[in-house]
């Protein structure tokens, strides 16, 4: 049998907020023994040597020198907090996802985090923010682990190593924190053409929200719905905030990076603190699941491309409010552990190839950065729904684990085999027709298009908003040292507008290159324009 179930709210232990703190009358060791003394070493007469039968001293240095767990391998920087989801049961036409079905409350944690910083770095810095939501629902745990914004860098999960190796901090002396600012950053953007629709979006004034409340979220790849008839259908899940989208203006996010690196995680605590409880709606877009997986000219399996809500709108399907700020840090929002595969019936993944690679590399991570296999046993990452696995031992086991015979069938612990059939609310993997049989390394055509959608976006954005593009570009490139790599960029801008990479080269001083690249046009996007503004609640 697994561990217990969290508390939906405050402590995920479900004990009082101070039950573990410091509080009674006396000091104890790990072990319970009444310690007289923490403050004075054994020694041997007053000025020592300390002797190494101090074991309450040898406990507690050691205890602290592994105090420290690694931090996330990306997102290190994060603020946590936990909530409700209310469901609409709009989506339940489309999906037997029982937290999805009419008027289910579910409890949440959700995390937001920066994604290239240390988990010490400030947190106004032009980045990407990540939106992951864990909901406990009765089914099992589903995990939407999103990002503030729509597209990717990269098709194919193979190559995520490389974009995180180019975005990181340079290896030899690792600066800059967090910034775009750096050479090997342009130099893989600039080669890897595919990544120009996101930085664009890292550009523009999405790259530095004002506060985690004011952030849209996007599931960014295509999700496979199925409701109890077996019917499919793909969408694109999408947060989007009641405060509405508000953006800091570069000068504001310097600053505040110098006087309150802390400033978004304060926001956050100090809001839900205060009983201003940030809210967003979940919507979903909707698309027929036809072979070819295609909605108007868009591939919906590559992550590099959003489809505009003018073409698709978006449907809302619920409602979260945080309402609570953890108890603890390292407990909670540290040791949270989300993962894309985390999915309950009704909803499947798709072949998105970036998608495909991160449903290996979350579990991956986790059990190095969590000490092992067993970490669904810590109480932020414990399912509310029963446990009832075959998973035994391991480091940092917990559970202690009756009966002799963890297979099935078996014939000794009344293990029966499993009941057949959808009715007992198992996760079916939707039958998909795979499209070829043959081996192969390379993309299909339909990824080959990698500017038109940084055009569209930088297109939909008023002159301020443009402008404000136009100045990070330029600053950003102006840190750039390798003038090759400044010039490359420069060509990519090329293909997605001729006056933004104009004005871009006056401020860098360098000569503006043409086009290479015919790209389509996709004209003005009204819909994207809309974005911030009242959100239709159905
Ligand atoms: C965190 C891998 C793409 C959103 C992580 C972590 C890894 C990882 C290893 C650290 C997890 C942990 O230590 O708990 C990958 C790989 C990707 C990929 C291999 C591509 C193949 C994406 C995309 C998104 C995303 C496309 C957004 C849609 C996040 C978020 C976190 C995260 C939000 C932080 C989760 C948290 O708050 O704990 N990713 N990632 N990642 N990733 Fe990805």
Known sequence: QGPEAVSPTGSPT???????????????????????????????????????????????????????????VVHARGAGAHGVFRSYGTASRITKAGFLAPDVETPVFVRFSTVLGSRGSADAVRDTR?????????????????????????????????VVHAAKPHPDREIPQAQSAHDTFWDFVSLHTEAQAHTMWNMSDRGIPRSYRTMEGFGVHTFRLSDEAGNTTLVKFHWK??????????????????????????????AIEAGAYPEWELGVQTFPDTEDQMFEG?????????????????????????????????AETEQVAFHPGHLVPGIDVTNDPLLQVRLFSYLDTQISRLGGPNFAQIPINRPHAPVNDMLRDGM???????????????????????????????????????????KERRNPASFDDHFSQARLFFRSLTPVEQDHVIQAYTFELGKCYEAAV???????????????????????????????????DPGPSPALSQVGKTWPVA
């Not at 919906?300 to 978006?314: G, N, Q, S």
């Not at 401020?507 to 043409?514: D, S, T, V």
């Open 14 to 72: 479900g004990e009082p907020a101070n039950s573990r703190a410091q509080s009674g009358q006396y000091l104890t060791t790990a072990q319970g023994l009444r310690v007289g003394d923490t403050d004075h070493s054994l020694k041997a007469g007053p000025r020592g040597p300390i002797l190494l039968q101090d074991h309450h001293l040898r406990e507690k240095i050691t205890h602290f020198d592994h105090e420290r767990i690694p931090e996330r």
């Open 241 to 270: 905030p009641k405060q509405g989208v508000h953006s800091l203006v570069w000068e504001e996010a310097q600053i505040i990076n110098g006087m309150d690196p802390d400033f978004h995680r304060r926001d956050l605590a100090d």
């Open 130 to 162: 990540g939106f992951s939501t864990k909901f406990y629902t009765d089914e099992g745990t589903y995990d939407l682990v999103g990002n503030n914004i729509p597209v990717f860098f990269i098709q194919d999960g193979i190559k995520f190593p490389d």
């Open 486 to 520: 400044r010039e490359r960029q420069l060509m990519a801008l090329a293909n997605i507008d001729a006056g933004l990479c104009a004005a871009v080269a006056i401020g860098l001083g360098m000569p503006a290159p043409g086009a290479t690249v015919q790209v389509p």
């Open 396 to 438: 940092h086991q917990t559970a202690v684990h009756g009966g002799v015979a963890p297979y099935r069938p078996n014939s000794l612990d009344g293990g029966c085999p499993f009941l057949a059939g959808h009715d007992m609310g198992a996760f079916v993997d939707v039958p998909e027709e795979l499209a070829a049989s043959v």
């Open 298 to 330: 868009i591939d919906l399996l590559d992550p590099t491309k959003f489809v505009p809500e003018e073409l698709a709108p978006v449907q809302p399907i619920g409602l979260m409010t945080l309402n609570a700020n953890p108890t603890n840090y390292f």
